[in-house]
């Protein structure tokens, strides 16, 4: 039987950072709201960095994490929804840069829940006996699809990347993992970002932003992420007390009480980070569990869900014990 195991985890952050009060200055907003209703104090943005300049420093630190050869990996997902072009995907752009051997690199597109189904995949892939070592990323430049005069959406939203070595492994450690998606809420949450293509008014090129009904969003995700965490307790016949952690889907701090209240688990052993990156999409997960096994507060031995929803609507969560 062929198993999976988490090697290391590293993430990236770019340097300029947006405050609550920052954003009073162009949109009728106020820190107390943002604070109150989400949990967000600040979120940092890329100024001139691409999506792949965040995988990029996400990625080095998890190999330096995991302490192993660029040489060793042979297969590299990227979870995004902002990629840096049409093609070639972000994987392909990093597959260079990292200078890794002539691997298969592909980027999927699954919103918020990106990191999981990519995870997902790649476990897969190496459960098969075809892999051996993945480098899994989820990488988002959201801030360059928002709409800063919509305080709907604008503030909510930050960049990041966050990056995971897994490995074949003889010890079970990434035990289970399950996505779904609906595609008939797609008006939930979504961004066309096309441009006009009438060449006779092409010279009015413009780009879409990000549309989201918030309150619908809200509902779905509070009903989704104790559900997931739910499925994937009774699938491995263990209860909320096996759990040292939740990490979850850094969307709203809100979404993550509502859902700890609902499973009656307690909200100190609910993951937050939010207030200091808001809403990373893809990045979120990743970025979370870097941050909280780099924290000490999850340790080696430490069993953890990781649970996450999305535009789509996509969902995902993942059983892992470290
Ligand atoms: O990554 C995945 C997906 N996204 C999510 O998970 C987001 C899920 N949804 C949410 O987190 C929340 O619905 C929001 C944070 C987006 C909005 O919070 P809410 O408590 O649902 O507020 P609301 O949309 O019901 O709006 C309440 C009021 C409205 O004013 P009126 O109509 O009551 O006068 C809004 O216009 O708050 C107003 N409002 C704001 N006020 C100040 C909306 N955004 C802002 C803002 N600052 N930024």
Redesign the pocket.
């Known amino acids: 039987m062929i198993y999976t195991k988490i090697l290391g985890t590293g993430s990236y952050v770019p340097s300029k950072t947006l405050t609550n009060e920052d954003l009073t200055s162009f ?4 820190d107390e ?2 604070v109150s ?2 949990g967000i104090k600040e979120r940092h943005i890329v100024t001139d960095e691409s999506t792949t300049d965040l995988a990029y420093f996400a990625a080095l630190k998890a190999i330096d994490d995991a302490q192993i050869k660029k040489e060793d990996i042979d297969l590299l997902i990227v979870a995004t929804v902002t990629p840096d072009n049409a093609f070639p995907g972000v994987s392909n752009l990093l597959q260079a840069r990292l200078e890794l051997n002539e691997i298969m690199t592909f980027d999927i597109n699954a ?2 829940s990106g990191f999981i189904y990519a995870l997902n995949i790649a476990d897969k892939m190496i459960k098969s006996g075809s892999y051996h070592t993945a480098l899994v990323i989820g990488a988002e430049t959201l801030t360059r699809l928002t709409d800063w005069r919509d ?2 959406t604008c ?2 939203f930050g960049d990041a990347a966050g990056a995971m070595i897994i490995s074949k492994s003889t010890q079970d450690k990434i035990k289970d993992i399950i996505c779904g998606s609906r595609g008939d809420t797609d008006d939930l ?1 979504i961004c066309k970002n096309t441009d006009i293509k009438d060449p006779s008014i092409n010279a009015i090129s413009q780009q879409d932003h990000i549309h ?1 009904k ?2 619908e ?2 509902k779905f ?1 509070t009903r989704i992420l104790p559900k997931t965490v739910n499925d994937l307790l009774d699938r491995n016949g263990i209860t909320l007390e096996d759990l040292n952690y939740i990490v979850a ?1 850094q ?2 701090e ?2 993550i009480d509502k859902a700890a209240r609902d499973l009656s688990f307690s909200m100190d052993k609910m993951f937050l980070n939010i207030s200091k990156y808001g ?1 990373t ?1 893809a990045a979120s997960v990743p970025l979370a569990i870097d941050e909280a096994i780099k924290s000490n507060v999850l340790k080696k031995g430490d069993k953890f869900i990781t649970v996450a ?3 789509g609507l996509t969902w995902g969560g993942a059983l892992i014990e470290l």
């Open positions: 949109v009728d907003t106020s709201w943002i209703r989400t919103a918020c305080r709907n503030v909510l949450l989201m918030g309150s969003v809200f995700a889907h969307a709203n809100r979404i809403n999409s929803f999305g535009g």
